[in-house]
């Protein structure tokens, strides 16, 4: 610590120096890759990234820069990186990346990624996922933003940060009735989750109420402590909702194809097979990953946790058909509900 102590106030003298010689009055708290709490910022936060032959040339572009709260600068490669946010957290156990430089203004007092300040000016009321006094951090998860005055009650695509997850991603958050991650959506028809492995690795959705997550950052979620999973469903004849739910959701990584570990009932509206898949891996139709003369992602047209009988229930098969004949193999179904499925939901919490 004396030594960081010794290094920040040689450093700031000598900034505040250069500010003052060159008239630009900024000041930036320093820190050095190397020690144990410093570390360059995710990509994620740069917007911009350009060459500086100095730190002090970086440090002066930011300073000239509205949106630019803090920089990286790579000293091994001249690059100089403009970052929408500032580290206040503890980030002790991530991966410091390259030899880098990382100076975070002092001076700017505004609220961040494009929060803006409240009635009383007092604090900021954040967007996109991010809280704090200045939103300069991100929420955990959905219920993490739940009881933020400025989320509580709304639906939205934000972004959260489980701290079991390497970076950052996209979610679309109910930030109701103590908060849902959402994981999966599907209510268009003709959208298909009839695909690959890669693609159920990480996700995929378009801009209406489709998507699915990605099997990664469920397992970050399940990591975390969100365990409780909950399957709704919209049907019609009649026109209702159910849902079921279920506590101690555990799924492996990749390199065991994402099995689930566990997975206990709680309650249910309808029948879910959910924990007679225990011990099932994930298969796509390019990835099997179960002991059966079929294929079975490819007979069911979606990926899904198949065993040696393929499954009872696949919440991730095609919507039924309206009318009332037979659900097709490849249509969504559970276990025992003969009704037509039109819409299904799944989050974790
Ligand atoms: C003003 O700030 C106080 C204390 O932080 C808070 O309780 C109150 O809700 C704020 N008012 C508005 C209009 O934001
Ligand atoms: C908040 O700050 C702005 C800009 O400094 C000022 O115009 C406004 O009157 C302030 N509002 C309150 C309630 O203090
Ligand atoms: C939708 O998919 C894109 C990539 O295809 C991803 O960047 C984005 O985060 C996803 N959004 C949600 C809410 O899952
Ligand atoms: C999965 O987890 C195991 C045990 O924690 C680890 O050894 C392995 O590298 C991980 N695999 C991936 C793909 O992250
Ligand atoms: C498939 O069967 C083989 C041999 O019995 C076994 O080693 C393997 O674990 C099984 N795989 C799955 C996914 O059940
Ligand atoms: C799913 O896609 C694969 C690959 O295109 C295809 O072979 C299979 O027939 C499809 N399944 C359904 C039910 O459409
Ligand atoms: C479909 O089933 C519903 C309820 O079971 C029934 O009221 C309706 O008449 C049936 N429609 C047809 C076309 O058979």
Same mark, same amino acid.
């Given at each position: 610590?004396?030594?960081?102590?010794?290094?920040?106030?040689?450093?700031?003298?000598?900034?505040?120096?250069?500010?003052?010689?060159?008239?630009?009055?900024?000041?930036?708290?320093?820190?050095?890759?190397?020690?144990?709490?410093?570390?360059?910022?995710?990509?994620?936060?740069?917007?911009?990234?350009?060459?500086?032959?100095?730190?002090?040339?970086?440090?002066?572009?930011?300073?000239?820069?509205?949106?630019?709260?803090?920089?990286?600068?790579?000293?091994?490669? /001249?690059?100089?990186?403009?970052?929408?946010?500032?580290?206040?957290?503890?980030?002790?156990?991530?991966?410091?990346?390259?030899?880098?430089?990382?100076?975070?203004?002092?001076?700017?007092?505004?609220?961040?990624?494009?929060?803006?300040?409240?009635?009383?000016?007092?604090?900021?009321?954040?967007?996109?996922?991010?809280?704090?006094?200045?939103?300069?951090?991100?929420?955990?998860?959905?219920?993490?933003?739940?009881?933020?005055?400025?989320?509580?009650?709304?639906?939205?695509?934000?972004?959260?940060?489980?701290?079991?997850?390497? /970076?950052?991603?996209?979610?679309?958050?109910?930030?109701?009735?103590?908060?849902?991650?959402?994981?999966?959506?599907?209510?268009?028809?003709?959208?298909?989750?009839?695909?690959?492995?890669?693609?159920?690795?990480?996700?995929?959705?378009?801009?209406?109420?489709?998507?699915?997550?990605?099997?990664? =950052?469920?397992?970050?979620?399940?990591?975390?402590?969100?365990?409780?999973?909950?399957?709704?469903?919209?049907?019609?004849?009649?026109?209702?909702?159910?849902?079921?739910?279920?506590?101690?959701?555990?799924?492996?990584?990749?390199?065991?194809?994402?099995?689930?570990?566990?997975?206990?009932?709680?309650?249910?509206?309808?029948?879910?097979?959910?924990?007679?898949?225990?011990?099932?891996?994930?298969?796509?139709?390019?990835?099997?990953?179960?002991?059966?003369?079929?294929?079975?992602?490819?007979?069911?047209?979606?990926?899904?946790?198949?065993?040696?009988?393929?499954?009872?229930? =696949?919440?991730?098969?095609?919507?039924?058909?309206?009318?009332?004949? /037979?659900?097709?193999?490849?249509?969504?179904?559970?276990?025992?509900?003969?009704?037509?499925?039109?819409?299904?939901?799944?989050?974790?919490?």
């Amino acid at each position: 610590m004396e030594k960081f102590k010794l290094f920040y106030s040689v450093i700031s003298c000598y900034l505040t120096h250069v500010w003052l010689t060159t008239a630009i009055s900024e000041i930036f708290v320093a820190n050095y890759a190397g020690y144990n709490k410093h570390r360059v910022l995710q990509r994620f936060e740069s917007y911009e990234t350009l060459t500086a032959h100095s730190v002090i040339e970086c440090a002066r572009i930011c300073s000239k820069d509205d949106r630019c709260f803090s920089i990286n600068y790579l000293e091994t490669v /001249s690059e100089c990186q403009l970052n929408h946010g500032i580290v206040v957290e503890d980030f002790s156990n991530s991966d410091i990346s390259q030899n880098g430089i990382y100076f975070e203004r002092t001076n700017k007092n505004e609220c961040q990624h494009g929060g803006f300040m409240n009635g009383n000016n007092t604090s900021c009321d954040c967007v996109d996922g991010y809280t704090g006094n200045r939103c300069q951090r991100l929420i955990h998860d959905c219920m993490d933003g739940a009881s933020l005055s400025y989320y509580a009650g709304v639906r939205a695509i934000v972004y959260i940060y489980p701290n079991t997850a390497p /970076s950052p991603f996209q979610i679309t958050c109910r930030f109701q009735w103590g908060g849902r991650n959402i994981i999966m959506e599907h209510f268009d028809r003709d959208f298909t989750f009839n695909r690959t492995w890669q693609e159920y690795k990480e996700g995929f959705n378009n801009s209406r109420a489709n998507r699915w997550i990605g099997l990664d =950052n469920i397992y970050y979620m399940t990591q975390a402590g969100l365990t409780g999973l909950h399957i709704e469903i919209k049907t019609t004849n009649p026109s209702q909702l159910l849902s079921s739910g279920f506590k101690n959701f555990q799924i492996t990584n990749e390199t065991e194809n994402y099995k689930i570990l566990g997975i206990v009932e709680r309650y249910n509206n309808f029948p879910v097979c959910m924990p007679q898949l225990i011990g099932a891996e994930f298969s796509t139709y390019d990835a099997i990953h179960h002991n059966s003369s079929v294929n079975c992602a490819a007979a069911y047209g979606s990926g899904w946790w198949f065993n040696g009988d393929c499954t009872s229930c =696949n919440i991730n098969g095609r919507l039924n058909e309206p009318g009332n004949g /037979s659900v097709p193999i490849h249509e969504v179904f559970v276990d025992g509900y003969a009704g037509r499925i039109v819409g299904v939901k799944m989050w974790l919490v």
